[in-house]
């Protein structure tokens, strides 16, 4: 059964992701972003709900939410929230690796 929502799931984001790309052709240029930040969140909404999750993907998903409304106000602070954003993941990654070592 997990793994038939698990399917479910991974579709549902999908569809999600293509009908975005499909979108984009009519949008403003920085909905572009956008979505990919909302496609996170849904990835990590997902995993969450499979079990699968992990309390990281939770401060990430608290992190793009403070500022992913942004980009309807203020780029400036949109484009800050999303350097911050891949400083933060890169860092992760670096500390992991170096965990691993």
Not at 27 to 34: C, D, I, T
Not at 37 to 56: G, H, K, Q, S, V
């Amino acid at each position: 059964m997990k793994h038939d929502e698990a399917v479910r799931r991974i579709h549902m984001l999908l569809c999600f992701m293509a009908s975005s790309a499909r979108g984009l052709f009519g949008e403003p240029r920085v909905y572009g972003p956008f979505r990919l930040l909302d496609a996170m969140t849904r990835l990590i909404d997902a995993l969450e709900e499979l079990d699968l999750d992990d309390p990281y993907f939770h401060e990430v998903r608290d992190q793009i939410d403070r500022f992913k409304f942004k980009v309807m106000e203020d780029e400036a602070a949109f484009i800050e929230g999303i350097d911050a954003l891949v400083k933060g993941l890169a860092s992760r990654l670096r500390e992991n690796r170096e965990a691993r070592e």
